[in-house]
């Protein structure tokens, strides 16, 4: 899309936004994906805009997604914290094109978002972690090799990467799980195009290069978020060992079940770590 027009489209969001939900100014902006849309039900005083509204948002295609940009506030009383909830996301899969989340990142950094906590459900490559496990994104490997940033003019589209994840958020979200409860792994997360899972040798070349879950999101939003200048905080939502691992046949819905079962636990760790960030 041409520059000018998506920043046209962007402030067209920020202004109906605005507009629906005045006063509302979260600095912490949060993407669900499968199996995470549980802490939704936790937003105070929600006001709700669907993505058809909002000219810089995508149009969703895949299960499982809401479509939904929800505001409001998410914490105990006296800690209550402003969010902003996007029930769903564009898969680059879907199209081919890695920036399809461009346009609604780029109006949460405008409407003034600080951070990003991207959250989805992936594969696990570790038999330590098996379905039904969370963990917590320390780094990425970007194996498509794609960039939702290729149209972008000057320097500032060489983002430094060297610290994706903010380690900071991540040790608060580390001690937040550990005070609520909830069981929270740490490792490196590899993004591969999809829709198809992956084959037993590409598990195993990704266990080679030292990723732990494997998923078809994530990388594209984290770097768009860090050009946009956001911190990034990411939580993965295991729901199937890899290729090859198990005898289990992979499929999107055994990931939708899977993410199901998991909900009320990845509730539980979200509604510990929002109140809980230094933001």
């Known amino acids: 899309m041409n520059p000018s ?4 489209r962007i402030d067209a969001s920020v202004d109906h936004i605005r507009r629906v939900a005045p006063g509302r100014c979260p600095k912490l902006a949060i993407v669900l994906g499968s199996g995470w849309d549980g802490i939704a039900d936790l937003v105070q005083e929600p006001v709700d805009i ?11 295609g895949v299960a499982g997604h809401a479509g939904t ?34 346009g609604a990142i780029r109006t949460l950094a405008a409407l003034g978002c600080s951070t990003l906590l991207l959250t989805n459900a992936a594969g696990s490559l570790e038999p330590h972690m098996p379905p039904g496990s969370l963990m917590l994104i320390s780094d990425h490997l970007n194996i498509v090799q794609r960039t939702p940033l290729h149209d972008e003019p000057g320097a500032d589209r060489f983002v430094d990467m060297g610290a994706a994840y903010d380690a900071t958020l991540r040790d608060q979200a580390a001690a937040a799980a550990v005070e609520a409860g909830v069981e929270l792994h740490e490792g490196v997360y590899a993004w ?12 195993r070349m990704l266990r080679a290069l030292g990723a732990q879950a494997v998923g078809m999101s994530t990388v594209p939003e984290t770097i768009l978020a860090r050009h946009a200048g956001l911190q990034v905080l990411g939580l993965s939502m295991l729901t199937n060992l890899g290729a090859g691992m198990d005898d289990q046949a992979l499929s999107h819905a055994h990931t939708l079940h ?10 539980t760790l979200l509604a510990a770590i929002v109140p809980a960030l230094s933001l």
């Open 50 to 60: 669907a993505y058809a509204d909002l000219p810089a948002f995508p149009v969703l």
């Open 258 to 267: 899977t993410a199901q079962s998991t909900a009320a636990l990845a509730a």
């Open 5 to 8: 027009a998506l920043q046209q």
């Open 69 to 102: 940009l929800r505001l409001g506030q998410i914490g105990p009383a006296g800690h209550l914290r402003d969010v902003a909830l996007l029930r769903g996301r564009k898969h680059a899969y879907e199209t081919g094109d890695a920036a399809g989340m461009k």
């Open 192 to 203: 591969v195009m999809g829709p198809q899972f992956e084959t037993p040798a590409e598990i």
